[in-house]
């Protein structure tokens, strides 16, 4: 079993940048790919970024070059930097895990990301 805690997201403009965190605990975090997604209101579940336990990443393409996942596996904790912030960008986050990547199975309660223009 691994449990996942979301934190740092808030209300900012549009332009600004936060970071999210993900601490993990219960298993070998380094062992799991971790991802983050994002659900808007009224719309389905998105995947947003991903990082492999060897820090191979992946993004959808409307956050490249602005979103920044990475790990750090000495204190279990998965990151999403996100600059250049959009109100399009607008949603709940959520962290999850997985023993591979694109198939997660533990997934954290999601943390609000509000950009207002």
């Known amino acids: 079993q691994v449990q996942l805690a979301e934190s740092g997201g808030g209300l900012v403009q549009a332009g600004d940048s936060l970071r999210l965190s993900c601490a993990a605990s219960?298993?070998?975090?380094?062992?799991?790919?971790m991802a983050w997604f994002r659900q808007a209101p009224g719309k389905e579940r998105e995947f947003v970024a991903d990082?492999?336990?060897?820090?191979?990443?992946t993004y959808t393409s409307s956050v490249k070059g602005r979103f920044t996942i990475s790990r750090d596996n000495a204190k279990n904790t998965v990151y999403l930097q996100m600059n250049g912030l959009k109100p399009e960008d607008t949603a709940v986050y959520y962290c999850?895990?997985?023993?591979?990547?694109?198939?997660?199975?533990?997934w954290g309660q999601g943390t609000q990301v509000t950009v207002s223009s």
């Open positions: 999850a895990a997985g023993l591979r990547l694109s198939s997660y199975s533990y």
């Open positions: 219960g298993r070998t975090f380094s062992n799991y790919a």
């Open positions: 990082i492999s336990w060897t820090r191979v990443t």
